[in-house]
């Protein structure tokens, strides 16, 4: 008789994961993570040595889009990230009450590159010798 047992969780998790992409996989896992907040709630992130702090905010940032949420990182030092969760509406209104300030360009005389003129042109007669440089040489010349 053949022996069977039932699949834990985490096996049936790796079962339906495959044939899809690394990146694909990534997304659902921190779609996982912030299924737990709702807007308004505060979370902190310990990085883990191989993990970069702008790809997690990024991948942050990506999930809370999919939920239809905001999300403000706090400035942490060290291997930490703290994060709130916003209603997607109060995150673009803050954008808009604060606007970037954008340099305003005004545009001047170009400065002068290059050679400056001559005041005075002098007329330079063309080299003889059929317009090259110098006379031709002849092996006998030499």
Same mark, same amino acid.
């Given at each position: 008789?053949?022996?069977?047992?039932?699949?834990?969780?985490?096996?049936?998790?790796?079962?339906?994961?495959?044939?899809?992409?690394?990146?694909?996989?990534?997304?659902?896992?921190?779609?996982?993570?912030?299924?737990?907040?709702?807007?308004?709630?505060?979370?902190?992130?310990?990085?883990?040595?191989?993990? *970069?702090?702008?790809?997690? =905010?990024?991948?942050?940032?990506? %999930?809370? &889009?999919?939920?239809?949420? /905001?999300?403000?990182?706090? @400035?942490?030092?060290?291997?930490?990230?703290?994060?709130?969760?916003?209603?997607?509406?109060?995150?673009?209104?803050?954008?808009?009450?604060?606007?970037?300030?954008?340099?305003?360009?005004?545009?001047?005389?170009?400065? *002068?590159?290059?050679?400056? =003129?001559?005041?005075?042109?002098? %007329?330079? &007669?063309?080299?003889?010798? /059929?317009?090259?440089?110098? @006379?031709?040489?002849?092996?006998?010349?030499?």
């Amino acid at each position: 008789m053949p022996k069977v047992r039932k699949l834990t969780a985490d096996e049936v998790k790796l079962l339906e994961r495959r044939g899809k992409s690394e990146r694909r996989i990534i997304e659902e896992q921190y779609d996982e993570i912030l299924a737990e907040f709702a807007a308004g709630d505060y979370g902190d992130v310990d990085l883990e040595s191989n993990e *970069k702090r702008p790809t997690v =905010k990024n991948r942050l940032r990506a %999930a809370a &889009e999919r939920r239809q949420l /905001g999300i403000k990182f706090f @400035r942490m030092r060290g291997e930490q990230l703290r994060f709130q969760l916003t209603e997607r509406n109060e995150a673009t209104n803050n954008a808009e009450q604060d606007p970037i300030p954008v340099p305003v360009l005004t545009t001047t005389a170009a400065p *002068k590159n290059g050679r400056r =003129k001559k005041k005075e042109e002098v %007329a330079v &007669e063309p080299p003889k010798g /059929g317009g090259r440089r110098g @006379r031709r040489r002849n092996n006998a010349d030499t």
